[in-house]
Every structure is written in C-alpha cells, then in structure tokens.
C-alpha cells in the first residue's frame, strides 16, 4: 500500500508542476489517500479477527466489535463484546476442545471492501485449518459478510456473519 501513497503523492506534485495549484492537488486528493488509509485499517481487523481466535485471545477478539457489535454464525448469534468474548470462550472449551492452541490457524483471502464515510462493508473467505501432526488438514471454509463502523477513531465489526461452504 505504500506504493498506493507514493503514486498518490507523485499526483499532488505533479499537478502542481504543471499549474493546477497545490490546495486544489491536495483537496482532490486527500479523500482518496483517507480511503486507502481506511481500507488498510479495515483489512488490518480481518486479519487481527484470525489472528486473536487461532492465539484464543478472547478479550483481545472481542474487542474488535463495536459496543453494538454483533457475530453470526452456524453456532449462534451473540450481541455486544461481553456475550461474544464468553461465547467463544464456551465453544471454545465445549465444541473445539479437541483443537489444542497453536495447532490452528485461519487463512483469509479475497477481501472486497467498500468504505462510504464511517461505515463500510467487506466480503472475504476463509479456511480454517487444524493440524494433524506436521499436516495442515482444511477443517471449514467459508466466506464472512462483514458491517463494520468507525468507533472512536477505529474501524470495528458492527455484524459479521460467519457462513460455512455447505456440501451438497
């Protein structure tokens, strides 16, 4: 994304070489460089969502989702960080007991993000992986249709819907 910046800023001076003016180069541009600014942040969430679950840092997971933050998926609906970080951790101890923390991880991919002002939508998939010895074994896959929110100066996840591929 870095490289997004430079030729961002390689427009603001050429534009301004070549008489356009440097308030009217940096106005035009300042919405673009606050999209790519807000994307990266959006994408730096989908990651640290995997990341926080796979280490079973609940707190930290929770967190992610705003103070009206919903999470959907096959195992249920929970409302608000407190009922999701304690539902994670019950299935955590109940449905995925046999996964041990550190034999784990998610691989998350194709993201589309779609910011407008302080609200934003995504689409990504995701496979999620247990390891059988020194052998990577695909558990789930599926895709997350995400409703996120800028809350107090950072992006969060106002709903995310986990949904499973389902074989026919």
Excluded at 16 to 28: E, I
């Amino acid at each position: 994304m870095r490289a997004v910046r430079t030729v961002m800023a390689c427009v603001v001076v050429a534009t301004t070489v070549l008489g356009a003016g440097p308030l009217s180069a940096a106005s035009a541009t300042a919405p673009s460089l606050q999209r790519v600014d807000d994307q990266m942040a959006i994408e730096r969430l989908l990651k640290e969502y995997g990341r926080t679950l796979d280490n079973r840092d609940f707190g930290a997971y929770a967190g992610l989702f705003a103070r009206e933050g919903e999470w959907k998926g096959a195992l249920g609906t929970y409302h608000g960080p407190a009922a999701i970080q304690a539902a994670m951790e019950k299935i955590f101890k109940d449905a995925a007991a046999d996964i041990p923390r550190g034999s784990n991880f998610h691989v998350m991919s194709n993201f589309i993000i779609d910011v407008q002002a302080d609200r934003a939508t995504a689409h990504s998939t995701f496979i999620f992986y247990k390891m059988n010895k020194n052998v990577p074994e695909a558990a789930v896959a599926g895709r997350y249709e995400d409703i996120l929110i800028r809350e107090n100066g950072s992006w969060r996840f106002l709903q995310r819907n986990a949904l499973p591929v389902v074989s026919p």
